[in-house]
């Protein structure tokens, strides 16, 4: 079991990067603590499977350093560094048995026989694969031979860290739940750290107690699933997690808060000398649809605005209004009545977020 420390980390594909945007890694510096239960979430291309390559040692990155329990292991082939990765589509070895290919890793390590039965049978208990141990990999479906890949990650008891690159792609819908469950008993069970990759938030929250959202080649957030759905600390985490996402809109700086299509919007001294020290190119406010506040009355700072569509999802609703010119998602109670026509809202101070070129602006209390 092993720290994982990332320092500097850069990674470009192009042998002559020539701009920030030849790097699949951006600069960065992160550290998976031993133990620790963690999703990396983001979307296609953003450099997901990059990074797990440089921590396995498939791939050597160009600048910075890989380093578990504190030792710098960039010259390391994947063999010496004790890490077991899982990988999108199923890695087995057809020929072989359920059992051989579960062994083989145990056997590599020179375990006894006895060892060998003992844990295969843990393995194949946990995933299920008791009744498939006799047959040929080959003869096996495709979630089968997944479930055979997982359980060769999972068979070593010395690793540093197991590594998922999205390793439920290819598993039936009904399985991938229960094998999330499975994933994180296990995670329970031994204490491993494990990195669990994937683009899906749901399987990332149900999986990780943090969360690392990358975008860009970058880490733009790294907190529990109730931290990236409270404080967004980046517009994209805002987008990107939460069902609908954030409601993000440019503001301009004015007399006691920020501006837009005529709406003020007051905001805490704090924010306003903040605000005031300028110095970027676009400045946004940003609300979960789950924050904005709807009031039956009017009332001195309710805002009024105007009532577009409302759509009825069965346990909740989706009320989509109009202010200043710009879309406002809020979402509600499914036995929440909305009126026709104009509907009085507020932004709650605490949930209401400004970013300057996408980051959240941070006040110290
Ligand atoms: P993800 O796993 O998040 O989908 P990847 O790490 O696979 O993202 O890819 C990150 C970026 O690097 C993408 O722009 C992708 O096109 C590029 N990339 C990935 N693998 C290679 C490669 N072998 N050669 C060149 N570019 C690559
Ligand atoms: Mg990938």
Redesign the pocket.
């Known amino acids: 079991m092993a720290e994982i420390r990332l320092q500097h980390l850069a990674h470009s594909?192009?042998a002559h990067p020539s701009g920030p945007e030849d790097y699949?890694i951006r600069e960065m510096d992160h550290i998976w603590e031993q133990g620790g239960a963690y999703a990396l979430l983001?979307?296609?291309?953003?450099?997901?499977?990059?990074?797990?390559?440089i921590i396995s040692g498939l791939l050597s990155p160009s600048h910075g350093q890989v380093l578990f329990d504190g030792k710098v292991v960039n010259d390391l082939p994947p063999e010496q560094r004790n890490i077991a990765q899982v990988f999108q589509f199923p890695v087995v070895y057809d020929t072989m048995t359920v059992f051989d290919n579960l062994a083989f890793p145990l056997r590599n390590q020179g375990k006894s026989p006895e060892q060998v039965q003992a844990r295969v049978q843990e393995v194949a208990e946990v995933l299920d694969l008791q009744r498939l141990l006799q047959r040929k990999a080959r003869n096996l479906s495709a979630d089968e031979k997944q479930k055979v890949s997982m359980g060769r990650g999972l068979v070593r008891d010395d690793v540093s860290a197991i590594l998922f690159?999205?390793p439920l792609t290819v598993i039936d819908p009904h399985l991938k739940w229960k094998l999330r469950r499975k994933l994180k008993q296990i995670h329970e069970q031994f204490n491993i750290t494990m990195v669990y990759?994937t683009?899906d938030q749901l399987e990332a929250s149900t999986f990780a107690d943090k969360i690392a959202v990358?975008y860009g080649?970058q880490i733009v957030q790294f907190g529990t699933p109730r931290e990236l759905f409270e404080r967004p600390a980046h517009t994209f985490v805002g987008y990107f997690i939460g069902s609908p996402g954030m409601n993000l809109v440019d503001v301009q700086p004015e007399r006691g808060g920020v501006g837009f299509g005529g709406i003020h919007v007051p905001l805490s001294e704090a924010l306003q000398a903040r605000i005031a020290q300028g110095g970027w190119q676009r400045l946004q406010i940003g609300i979960r649809p789950e924050f904005i506040r709807v009031w039956d009355d009017t009332f001195e700072a309710a805002l009024h605005s105007e009532r577009v569509h409302l759509e009825d999802l069965g346990t909740y609703k989706i009320l989509t209004l109009l202010l200043g010119g710009q879309t406002f998602k809020v979402r509600l109670p499914e036995d929440r009545v909305v009126p026709e026509g104009t509907v009085f809202i507020s932004f709650p101070a605490q949930w209401l977020m400004v970013y300057a070129d996408d980051r959240l602006l941070e006040v110290n209390p």
């Open positions: 594909y192009s699949a983001g979307p296609s291309g953003c450099g997901k499977s990059t990074l797990l390559n690159d999205e990759v683009h990358m080649g």
